[in-house]
């Protein structure tokens, strides 16, 4: 089986390393503007990014990410698998996962009977 590297995982992982560390050192109050720094430039993001992510585990007690922008979409190793198999094939992807009973659900929302594909396209990129 052929495995997909997804640059978005690669960006959560890096979040909740650098989340991780930066407070393992703030917990005894070690935590400096240059550590944030060093680890925003490590992880190619802006220092205020940074920032960002340790004000949300701070509140939230938990360096993982637990909500989705934008409403969004996660892939799970499953359905990069599936993926793979189905040759990159997004349409087909969504075509294969579509659940019939979510329709009227979804038309509600305004994603009408295609379900939400640019929000699959959006995980993807």
């Known amino acids: 089986m052929n495995s997909i590297v997804s640059p978005s995982r690669d960006r959560v992982?890096?979040?909740?390393?650098?989340?991780r560390r930066l407070l393992a050192l703030d917990e005894p109050g070690k935590l400096?503007?240059?550590?944030?720094?060093i680890a925003a430039d490590t992880a190619g993001v802006c220092v205020r990014t940074?920032?960002?992510?340790?004000?949300v585990?701070?509140?939230?007690?938990c360096a993982?990410?637990?909500?989705?922008?934008?409403?969004?979409?996660a892939f799970t190793n499953e359905l990069w698998a599936q993926l793979s198999d189905l040759g990159g094939n997004v349409a087909a992807l969504h075509r294969?996962?579509?659940?019939?009973?979510m329709a009227p659900a979804m038309s509600e929302i305004g994603l009408g009977r295609?379900?939400?594909f640019p929000v699959w396209g959006r995980?993807?990129?």
């Open 13 to 19: 992982l890096a979040r909740q390393v650098v989340v």
């Open 50 to 55: 940074v920032w960002r992510w340790l004000a």
């Open 123 to 125: 995980a993807l990129a």
């Open 114 to 116: 295609g379900g939400g």
């Open 96 to 101: 294969q996962l579509h659940v019939p009973y």
């Open 57 to 61: 585990a701070r509140a939230s007690g």
């Open 32 to 37: 400096a503007s240059v550590h944030v720094r």
């Open 64 to 73: 993982e990410t637990t909500s989705l922008r934008r409403g969004g979409f």
